[in-house]
């Protein structure tokens, strides 16, 4: 999958690193659609901080500067999801300016035999 990742223009992993150290990564996915009368949308995914980084204001500061990368692409709306076992996340979420505005979905699939 990382090798599919860096080979595609709509897919971005950022790292963030303080010295030697890593505070956290993320991955912004930007997906054209067709709501709206078209457009272009930002996804973040993969969002992880490290344990001793937290509560340092890293992970606003990733959010901030994905969110001015969505701006520089065109992007008309940034979205998340979340685990709705991580209340922590969607206060954290929220305070970044983030509603709560669909309800999502998934199906795992079976590895293709």
């Known amino acids: ?38 457009g272009w949308r930002a996804l973040i995914e993969g969002v992880r901080t490290a344990a001793d980084a937290r509560s340092r204001g890293v992970g606003r500061f990733m959010f901030e500067w994905a969110i001015d990368q969505a701006r520089a692409r065109g992007c008309h709306l940034v979205q998340l999801t979340t685990d709705k076992a991580r209340p922590e996340a969607m206060r954290f979420y929220a305070g970044l300016g983030f509603v709560a505005s669909h309800e999502g979905m998934k199906l795992h699939l079976a590895p293709a035999s």
């Open 1 to 38: 999958a990382f090798e599919a990742i860096d080979r595609d223009p709509n897919q971005f992993l950022a790292v963030c690193c303080q010295g030697a150290q890593l505070m956290g990564v993320l991955q912004i996915t930007f997906l054209p659609y067709l709501t709206y009368q078209g």
